[in-house]
């Protein structure tokens, strides 16, 4: 029978953990309260500048499970918000919203909440794109909902890793059946058969669906004509023809990579040519 261990004790020894490593610890525990909007304060000496964008975007669709509670300081009898400056700026644009949730901590000196939120957003990381799509599939966004959808029909997986049996570029397909879902659905089953056997490429799925989207009027990638060009010109082309114009052009994104694959599939034509709106 295994015996069980404790982990706040050091199993050789016998001591505990905090003071045979001597781990530190910094103030007191703070106190949960439920303070008015109107009192809480934001010190422009240490905290970052706010982004109004952000903060708009909290105030339309307000979620008190991810508000949480902001991390306030108190110090001479004025409540400084040190982390959560940007939930407090949407509650003030609300007037269905009153008060807030706070952990009040007693503050001898700004320099002591400085370190604090240096340290709090220093050890902060945004989430992954992977970790934003799980989160988006269970919330149930329609979009995400979309995009695992033709993923998962194609036989593929949605992944951290790329390889032939998955998918890594979620949040380029999700972009894509927000903003341009018509020319998703044309151009996604080339991407698949050109990617066949291998890691659907960012660069592969941004060049077609940049060309789709910009084509002059009339044309289309996923016209047969062009469908067998790709189809030839295959992966390891469209990687090649994009990777070239990156270098032409000093810089990626997906219009240089559709020019690059552009440029490959009009190569030896004088007619029935590809062109983009805006590019002569």
Same mark, same amino acid.
Request: one cysteine or more; charged letters at 25%.
């Given at each position: 029978?295994?015996?069980?261990?404790?982990?706040?004790?050091?199993?050789?020894?016998?001591?505990?953990?905090?003071?045979?490593?001597?781990?530190?610890?910094?103030?007191?525990?703070?106190?949960?309260?439920?303070?008015?909007?109107?009192?809480?304060?934001?010190?422009?000496?240490?905290?970052?500048?706010?982004?109004?964008?952000?903060?708009?975007?909290?105030?339309?669709?307000?979620?008190?499970?991810?508000?949480?509670?902001?991390?306030?300081?108190?110090? %001479?009898?004025?409540?400084?918000?040190?982390?959560?400056?940007?939930?407090?700026?949407?509650?003030?644009?609300? %007037?269905?919203?009153?008060?807030?949730?706070?952990?009040?901590?007693?503050?001898?000196?700004?320099?002591?909440?400085?370190?604090?939120?240096?340290?709090?957003?220093?050890?902060?990381?945004?989430?992954?794109?992977?970790?934003?799509?799980?989160?988006?599939?269970?919330?149930?966004?329609?979009?995400?909902?979309?995009?695992?959808?033709?993923?998962?029909?194609?036989?593929?997986?949605?992944?951290?890793?790329?390889?032939?049996?998955?998918?890594?570029?979620?949040?380029?397909?999700?972009?894509?059946?927000?903003?341009?879902?018509?020319?998703?659905?044309?151009?996604?089953?080339?991407?698949?058969?050109?990617?066949?056997?291998?890691?659907?490429?960012?660069?592969?799925?941004?060049?077609?669906?940049?060309?789709?989207?910009?084509?002059?009027? %009339?044309?289309?990638?996923?016209?047969?004509?062009?469908?067998?060009?790709?189809?030839?010109?295959?992966?390891?082309?469209?990687?090649?023809?994009?990777?070239?114009?990156?270098?032409?052009?000093?810089?990626?994104?997906?219009?240089?990579?559709?020019?690059?694959?552009?440029?490959?599939?009009?190569?030896?034509?004088?007619?029935?040519?590809?062109?983009?709106?805006?590019?002569?």
């Amino acid at each position: 029978m295994q015996v069980a261990t404790n982990p706040e004790v050091n199993a050789k020894t016998g001591k505990a953990k905090v003071e045979q490593y001597k781990w530190l610890m910094t103030g007191a525990p703070g106190e949960l309260l439920y303070l008015a909007k109107t009192v809480l304060e934001i010190d422009h000496s240490y905290q970052r500048h706010a982004k109004n964008a952000r903060v708009l975007k909290l105030a339309k669709r307000w979620n008190w499970l991810a508000c949480g509670v902001l991390t306030v300081a108190k110090r %001479g009898g004025r409540y400084y918000v040190v982390d959560g400056q940007h939930r407090l700026m949407a509650a003030l644009k609300r %007037g269905d919203i009153e008060r807030l949730p706070c952990l009040v901590f007693e503050s001898a000196e700004m320099r002591d909440e400085a370190v604090a939120f240096r340290d709090a957003n220093k050890e902060r990381r945004p989430i992954t794109t992977f970790e934003q799509w799980n989160a988006d599939l269970v919330a149930q966004d329609e979009a995400t909902l979309f995009a695992h959808a033709i993923i998962t029909n194609a036989g593929r997986t949605p992944s951290q890793t790329a390889g032939p049996g998955t998918v890594r570029c979620l949040s380029a397909i999700v972009s894509a059946a927000r903003t341009s879902r018509d020319e998703l659905g044309r151009v996604w089953p080339l991407a698949v058969q050109v990617c066949a056997g291998n890691a659907l490429h960012e660069r592969v799925l941004g060049a077609l669906m940049y060309l789709e989207c910009n084509l002059v009027e %009339g044309q289309s990638v996923a016209d047969k004509r062009w469908r067998d060009k790709l189809v030839k010109l295959g992966y390891k082309g469209m990687l090649d023809a994009s990777q070239r114009a990156a270098a032409f052009y000093a810089k990626g994104g997906p219009k240089v990579w559709a020019l690059g694959v552009m440029q490959a599939l009009n190569k030896g034509s004088r007619t029935h040519t590809l062109s983009m709106r805006g590019e002569g």
